[in-house]
């Protein structure tokens, strides 16, 4: 995989990113949707594939990203396919730091460092170059407001971005309201990322989820599986270094 385009996980945390800030809107579950946008990711690299709720590697050749490659060497290990819902509830201390870390190593955004009621070291990250996060918007904003099928790209990290509630960071109010709706219709133009997303969503809501084969098959589309964003809360400055605790729910035991 070459790195001249930027990965799905990149992405969505650049979207969550508050440009005037510098935190991370939705950290608890933004954690869960990196963890599973590294799956659309490596799907898209022809690594993995949905096996029903399940996923299975087709190909362990390393990508050539080190954090997808990891991601990939765990789900080879497991020796077969592994349920969405158990991968991305388990845990990823660190991931949102890692990259982070990255993004601030590429350039695309950088570290400010302060301290927390005068006493505690945070850090927070400003985007360097916010021309990047506005293409990102772009791309969702056009797949909402003009009704043409997304890329699988663009469908996959509208589907994240549903599945972890920033539809109420990115387009707030009543004002809003339509938009979010639209986003989360998007989640059907992709299988990968629409099973992806409705895994993110049970672990959040503590549900273990059952096969959902015909629904991986026909892009995900599930009735009935609500998404009840969590406020547009955003994350404190100690979370920005990985320091915080990352709310996993629904550990549902082993595949």
Known sequence: MGRSRRTIPEELLLLALDPATGTTAQPQSLDLG???????????????????????????????????DSALELLRRRGSPVRAVHWIGGPRLGLRQTYLTHLERCGMVHAVAGQMCGVLPTTRYQATDTAISREIRARLDSAIRTGVPPDPRTAALAALAHAVGLGKHLYPGNEGRSCRSRLRDLIRHDPMGGLV???????????????????????????????????????????????????????????
């Open 34 to 68: 990196l963890a599973g946008a590294q799956l659309v990711e490596l799907a898209l690299a022809g690594r993995i594939a949905p096996d029903g709720d399940r996923i299975a590697v087709v190909m362990p050749r390393p990508t050539g990203d080190p954090t997808l």
């Open 197 to 255: 997303a409705h895994a993110v969503m049970d672990v959040q809501n503590g549900v273990a989820a059952q096969p959902r084969r015909a629904a991986a098959a026909n892009g995900g589309g599930r009735r009935g599986t609500a998404v009840r964003p969590r406020s547009a809360a955003v994350e404190s400055a100690g979370d920005g270094r990985g320091t915080g605790r990352t709310a996993v729910m629904a550990r549902a035991g082993a595949s």
